[in-house]
């Protein structure tokens, strides 16, 4: 491949600090009560100029400024990142630079100091559209305050998105039909929408271990998905992967890079990155991050070479999410191995018979009626 049909690079930003902390998030994200924004700003860049000087000669097709929360962040520091990425590598015409936003009203005031500092979209955290539901997630604004902060979002932005959450305790089919039809109709391009599930470490999984949270059973979490799926897709803004939805073109071209497999860098507390077969790792903690930029000039924890093998098998597990499926010759160069070493021929076969995966030569995706059953699905399909 020459350098004119190189893919772009992709540049996730870390900010990981939070108001409070949310009872189902295992993220990386803490709670401070002071941040010292210059120094933060300036370490930035310093990874950032780290990376940069690893990935020469890229330019850059999107900005994820992920978190955390990344709307806390001042909007000259988010100006400033952006600034450099763009002296380091500079941009594809149609960049797209994403921000991850809680809806609260100081964080929605902030949002035309945002835009001007250069982000086109912005991923909203809107989570639930009742009341009720907010609290138990444990998140600070109520459905006002929230979609307030979706109206003042989508004069700012050129593309907006927001996140809800699904298959909460005791929510009904017909409840969530209501709550999605209202979420639709609001007209955004893109959606996120998960299945509320219960990650270790979480304040959920300890209130579920000792029996004061019960999750909907498999049957009615099915029943869920799939209204999911049939009401976003008469709405005109279809699955793509499994838990995102979008009209045709509206894709986040930011995530599509991590379920494509491409490379991109990743610089902030606990972020990862893909640098031309490396696996990159930063320190988790804030201070221990910071303190690593302060002694290297960096915040890199490991840079760890993937062999063929596991390459193949992230690209096989990233790929298959997609509504498009993946190649499998790509596979194969990634794996230096034929396919038949890194995919279970005869059960692909199976699951093509009984209609959960649909082939085409070289290309293998998971058909609608396999979606439901993906996490089964992987485990028989990647070998290794």
Sequence with gaps: MNAAETPPLALYVHWPFCVSKCPYCDFNSHVREEVDQAAWRDALLADLAYEAGLLPGRRLGSIFFGGGTPSLMPPETVAAVIDAAAAAWG?????????????SSVEAARFADIAQAGVNRVSLGLQALDDKALRFLGRAHDVEEGLAALATAQRAFARVSFDLIYARPDQSLAAWEIELARALAFGTEHLSLYQLTIEPGTRFATEAAAGRLTMPDGDDAADLFEATRAMTAAAGLPAYEISNHARAGAESRHNLTYWRYRDYAGIGPGAHGRRGGLATVRHRKPENWLAAVTRNGHGAQSEEPLVPADR?????????????????????????????????????????????????????????????????????????
Excluded: S
């Excluded at 941009?91 to 809806?103: K, Q, S, V």
């Design 91 to 103: 941009f594809d015409d149609d960049i797209e630079i994403t921000l991850e936003a809680n809806p």
């Design 312 to 384: 193949a098998k992230e690209g096989l597990l990233m790929g298959l999410r997609l509504r498009e499926g993946i190649d499998l010759g790509r596979i194969a160069m990634l794996g230096e191995a034929p396919i038949a070493a890194l995919v279970d021929e005869p059960a692909i076969a199976r699951l093509t018979e009984q209609g959960f995966m649909a082939r085409d030569g070289d290309h293998l995706r998971v058909c609608e009626a396999g979606m439901l059953l993906l996490d089964a699905i992987l485990p028989k399909v990647v070998l290794g």
